[in-house]
């Protein structure tokens, strides 16, 4: 009997050790959370603190940078953004998704499909200066394009396909089995299965993963620094396509929000350099914080379409 007590109570000890062992665990966990939390909305809150004023202003996103006097604005740069991450999502978007629909429903399993699948894993974790590099080395010096668009967005493009792979592959990889197992059943056939059953279901996450790589390459910097180039000549819808004043000619140089912000912090010798560099930080900021909220509301949206159908 007195055993058996001994055993009860050291049992009863150990349940209250490993019990104060979690909360502390959980307190632990949660300090670290919030810290990140705090760290994060104080980083964004002074970035965005401190620019708004100039964000705000129209002249200032629309008026060209000045070299030498204040008052410039940053329209080439948020223009020459928004272009090369269409051009990058044009290039890298039907590649990505031909190639996560390969890997997920055609290619058998072995070691080719494992290289493969190694290969994107190890591509999407390189540095973006390593691929800038290697844009610069191809396209701009090898295919002879120079400083450009074209550079630049062939250049992102590597560094978005490889992400984008892994994101709609993991959408694809969600669909429950047996949906497409019923669609083959039913005698569609594997491409069918796949185009009417596999993508629509996938779509939601698909459209997320889209808008937050689009975020990513928005903000990129190194890689468009060796390939795009560092200067933004003056825009005029009114130029030849052929002219590098022309906005839609893609082998003219173009820098971006993120290369300003480097280049004006580095070389600038504007009066107002803070408040131009605080208010391109600002608008790069927003930017990206309005993908990441967009890719919650579209992504919610459309889950919640397919739910109801």
């Not at 964000?55 to 928004?82: R, V, Y």
């Amino acid at each position: 009997m007195a055993s058996a007590d001994a055993r009860r109570a050291g049992a009863e000890g150990v349940v209250r050790r490993a019990r104060a062992w979690d909360h502390v665990a959980t307190v632990v966990l949660w300090a670290i959370v919030i810290a990140i939390i705090a760290l994060l909305v104080a980083t964004i809150g002074y970035v965005v603190v401190s620019g708004i004023g100039k964000a705000l202003d129209p002249h200032f996103l629309t008026a060209k940078p000045e070299q030498f006097k204040e008052g410039g604005g940053i329209g080439p740069e948020l223009f020459n953004s928004f272009y090369l991450l269409v051009l990058t999502l044009l290039i890298s978007l039907p590649i990505s998704l031909g190639g996560a629909i390969f890997l997920t429903q055609y290619a058998p399993s072995g070691p080719v499909t494992s290289v493969a699948k190694t290969a994107i894993e190890t591509l999407s974790s390189l540095p973006s200066i390593v691929v800038g590099l290697f844009g610069m080395l191809t396209f701009v010096l090898g295919m002879g394009w120079g400083f450009s668009i074209l550079s630049g967005a062939l250049t992102l493009t590597m560094f978005n396909i490889p992400i984008l792979v892994r994101t709609i592959q993991q959408a694809l990889e969600a669909v429950p089995r047996d949906q497409r197992d019923a669609a083959l059943a039913l005698g569609l056939t594997r491409w069918e299965a796949t185009v009417h059953i596999l993508v629509p279901r996938a779509m939601p996450a698909i459209v997320t993963g889209v808008i937050l790589s689009a975020g990513r390459v928005f903000g990129e910097a190194a890689a468009l620094i060796y390939t795009a180039g560092q200067s933004a000549p003056a825009l005029s819808w009114a130029a030849p396509i052929t002219s590098m004043a022309n906005p839609l000619n893609v082998m003219r140089p173009a820098e971006t929000l993120a290369v300003h912000i480097w280049k004006i912090n580095s070389e600038g010798v504007v009066p107002d350099l803070a408040a131009v560099s605080a208010g391109t930080a600002a608008v790069l900021m927003i930017c990206i914080l309005v993908f990441n909220v967009l890719a919650r509301i579209v992504g919610r949206a459309l889950e919640r379409r397919m739910t109801a159908e």
